[in-house]
């Protein structure tokens, strides 16, 4: 005799016995492998053993879904083959069944027995759901394009579909790993929108990472080149993407210690490209900033990543639509965003570029169309009028993304109601670091001490994650790395920060420049800076400016970090110029009493100074300093042409401050610069020089009031302090857009080098407004006094300003540097000025 098994799930909380027999739910009859009677999978058993002759029944029946969900599985090409019947009561049911067996009635106890099996089981079935199909979302690479997956994701929790795995490549790992790490499609679009992708894609070091040397040589030169064996080199990329590693890491704060990404609040994978294989590589553990970095390193745009000895780069060279691997990991339904690029037409295909790069998509393409018919609900966002760098259209990126998830919207519908979609997390980035051991590697030419001299702060130091990214940036400007690869770790409890350097091979720089200025008119600077020239941690660089005035710099620097410092500096400077008395019949160096005459004026400088850093933001230094100043004319006649031509020595010290993110159109910071010179010794004759001292201060502030509008507050002075001064030290204060040696000020209103005197004070207010971008429209107004001997009587610290100058200009910001014309007039004279200037100041 065989065994006959009927088992029937149900759905509602309704026995067989209910009242309303024709309430009954609906019934799915599904031929299915013979199973024991009493297994795992608990069923309402109906009732038991038949004979069946020359046949093993193979039929269960089952309840799987509700009418509405018919179809979902018809949509899904669900392998299931069902076939509905409707049951009335249960003498239609039995009546429906008679032709599949034949039933053995049983006698009453056996029937009492059965009766009571099913009302214990069916307490079971009620409690039973068919298991939830797991949901694999798949992003693809584009660029910017990439950002549409905000859109799509904005869409895919409104219909309240629950996602079990993401995979991405490129931009859909990005985004893709921010999701998976809990942030949800509102949160992504908001760090998108404050992401300032222009400093993003150009790996934007701000000047407060900057050391003073260093913002000195960023607005010098508008051109840098790697110079090796007397070769002009080409950088290997356009950024390091050092940027968006900082960003990264702070982002993903929450999930830094987690090394499997399947334990990340929804697993996750991303792929990357082995570089030297040409095969791609899934990461799904390590270092998740680090993974999705890799995964996002587009050739030539971004420096290639290291991870475990394999240097990789974007993973849409090989795969930008990793489907197959999100279906390894159990995914059932696929939703998948294309971003990627069709192919181009042949009125399209104008240029050798764009014919290699089609080459390049079409092996692509066709293996996409196979990944295409795998994926369950497609959507492809029409962004063809964008390009993989359209970063500033992202807010219209996100619309299409968006819209082209709408038209799917009944299928992820469906989805959504059988989903169990709890709501994510808000992730909170906390702001606190404190490393127990900083790990320093791949070090051959530098020390430990220069290291954490740039960072900034030592282990067990309580910092924040802009102190992190900081110190890392102090490390990128010094361009002496190619890589830095850094991971927060814990062990143990033991929480470390490890570093590892690719030291730069490139020791050897080209820089140009190019000014022109009503002070020193034209000049070409040509720039040669050689680093480790005779120590791992030293550079020299040489500048030599050819032009209407010639002049040259050489600077050489020994970086010790948190310790002193070691520097020298030799400067020639010269130029020519007509000067008169000032309106108060003070002479400007104490050179003559003629109302104009012209001057050849000349200062060759030389430095020997040690410097650290202070408090972790200033820098304290000092020194001893030879100068020998050189003031001649042609225009004197009948009398010696020569009005000096002397040595001089002081000892200096200086202490320095700076945080403005932009020196010649600054939004926000401020900066300090005091300084102090000693006069001890002149090769002049002993009765005319007496020693003597000269003290001088800068303080300035700039800030946002409005959008797209900036005002920066400046205040300084200065004064002599010794019975008998030297006038060619003298303040002197006119014109405007040119380099600042010794104690030449500029001041709107009056020409250079008009006004003099061995003590002055001076206040600047200017107002900036950005009517397009890096293009400005600026008015400022200045007021001082100077004078001899000013503070000698309390009461002129606080006079009513002697003078007052304004000026209205324009300016640019171009890749040679501030491109700036000004009109300066003042009420103290009825002659105006227009002043141009072209190029970073030297």
Not at 22 to 50: A, D, H, M, R, Y
Not at 753 to 782: M, P, Q, R, W
Not at 785 to 813: H, V
Request: include cysteine.
């Amino acid at each position: 005799m065989s065994q006959f098994q009927l088992s029937v799930s149900i759905f509602f909380a309704k026995s067989f016995f209910c009242k309303a027999l024709n309430e009954l739910p609906l019934v799915v009859v599904q031929n299915q492998q013979k199973t024991p009677f009493l297994q795992k999978k608990i069923f309402t058993s109906i009732w038991g053993f038949t004979k069946i002759k020359n046949q093993k029944s193979k039929i269960k029946i089952q309840i799987l879904e509700f009418c509405n969900q018919k179809s979902l599985f018809g949509n899904l090409k669900s392998s299931y083959k069902f076939q509905i019947l409707q049951i009335k009561n249960q003498k239609s049911l039995i009546h429906n069944l008679k032709s599949n067996y034949n039933p053995q009635i049983p006698n009453l106890k056996s029937l009492f027995f059965y009766l009571f099996f099913i009302l214990f089981l069916s307490t079971y079935s009620f409690s039973q759901e068919v298991p939830r199909k797991k949901i694999g979302l798949v992003l693809s690479g584009g660029g910017a394009k990439g950002l549409a997956h905000i859109g799509v994701l904005k869409v895919i929790e409104e219909a309240g579909i629950k996602i079990d795995f993401i995979g991405g490549t490129s931009m859909g790992a990005v985004i893709g790993g921010l999701y998976a790490s809990g942030y949800n499609a509102h949160q992504i679009d908001s760090i998108f929108k404050a992401t300032n992708f222009d400093e993003l894609l150009r790996d934007f070091i701000p000047r407060s990472s900057k050391n003073f040397y260093e913002k000195r040589n960023d607005a010098l030169y508008a051109v840098s080149l790697p110079f090796d064996n007397f070769k002009i080199g080409v950088p290997t990329a356009y950024s390091k993407g050092a940027y968006l590693y900082s960003l990264l890491n702070k982002l993903l704060y929450k999930e830094r210690f987690t090394k499997d990404f399947n334990q990340l609040p929804i697993p996750f994978l991303c792929v990357a490209t082995d570089i030297e294989k040409g095969k791609e590589v899934v990461l799904n553990q390590g270092y998740l900033p680090q993974a999705i970095m890799a995964s996002a390193t587009l050739p030539s745009l971004f420096s290639p990543i290291e991870i475990d000895g394999i240097l990789l780069v974007d993973g849409g060279v090989t795969n930008n639509y990793p489907i197959d691997e999100i279906r390894k990991l159990g995914a059932d339904i696929i939703i998948g965003v294309d971003v990627q690029n069709d192919l181009r037409n042949r009125n399209t295909l104008k240029d050798a570029t764009r014919i290699f790069a089609q080459i390049s998509y079409l092996q692509m393409m066709e293996k996409m169309q196979i990944k295409k018919e795998k994926t369950d609900i497609y959507i492809r966002p029409n962004i063809a009028d964008f390009s993989l760098i359209s970063f500033d259209k992202g807010k219209n990126i996100v619309k299409k993304g968006e819209d082209a998830a709408r038209e799917q919207i009944s299928k992820l519908i469906l989805l959504g109601n059988n989903s169990i979609n709890k709501k994510k997390p808000i992730v909170c980035i906390k702001d606190t670091l404190m490393f127990d051991f900083i790990n320093i590697g791949g070090l051959n030419n530098y020390t430990r001490a220069y290291v954490l001299g740039k960072l900034r702060f030592r282990s067990k130091d309580k910092i924040t994650y802009d102190d992190l990214k900081s110190g890392i940036d102090n490390l990128n400007a010094t361009q002496n790395f190619s890589e830095i690869n850094y991971t927060l770790n814990q062990e143990n409890g033991i929480k470390y920060l490890n570093i590892k350097f690719t030291e730069n091979p490139v020791k050897t720089f080209l820089k140009f420049g190019l000014h022109y200025d009503s002070l020193y008119k034209s000049g070409i600077l040509f720039n040669l800076t050689q680093k480790k020239f005779f120590f791992k941690n030293d550079v020299i660089s040489l500048d030599v400016i050819l032009g209407d005035n010639f002049r040259y710099n050489l600077d050489y620097y020994i970086d010790n970090g948190f310790y002193f410092s070691f520097g020298i500096k030799s400067r020639f400077n010269q130029f020519n110029r007509n000067v008169s008395t000032d309106k108060e019949g003070n002479d400007v160096f104490g050179v003559t009493k003629l109302n104009a005459i012209n001057l050849d004026f000349s200062d060759f400088s030389n430095q020997v100074y040690l410097q650290t850093i202070f408090k972790q933001k200033f820098i304290i230094g000092g020194g001893l300093e030879f100068k020998h100043i050189k003031i001649t004319s042609s225009t004197v006649q009948n009398t010696i042409p020569i009005f000096e031509n002397s040595d001089y020595l002081n000892f200096f010290s200086y202490l320095k401050y700076d945080s403005l993110d932009n020196i010649y159109f600054p939004k926000k910071g401020w900066y300090f610069n005091g300084d102090f010179q000693s006069f001890i010794y002149t090769s002049k004759v002993a009765s005319d020089f007496q020693k003597y001292s000269i003290a001088k201060a800068d303080f300035g502030f700039a800030g946002k009031f409005i959008k797209k509008a900036t005002v920066l507050i400046q205040t300084e002075g200065g004064f002599a302090i010794g019975e008998k001064t030297i006038p060619y030290f003298d303040f002197v204060m006119g014109g405007f857009g040119f380099n600042k040696i010794n104690n030449f000020r500029s001041f709107y209103g009056y020409d250079f080098l008009s006004l003099s005197g061995d003590s002055y004070v001076k206040t600047a207010l200017t107002f900036d407004y950005e009517i397009l971008k890096k293009n400005h429209i600026n008015f400022a107004a200045n007021y001082a006094n100077i004078g001899n001997n000013m503070f000698d009587n309390s009461k002129n610290w606080f006079k009513k300003p002697q003078y007052s100058g304004y000026a209205l200009g324009y300016g640019l910001e171009s890749i040679i540097g501030p491109i700036e014309i000004k009109y300066s007039w003042t009420p103290e004279s009825s002659k105006g000025f227009i002043w141009f200037s072209v190029g970073f100041w030297f």
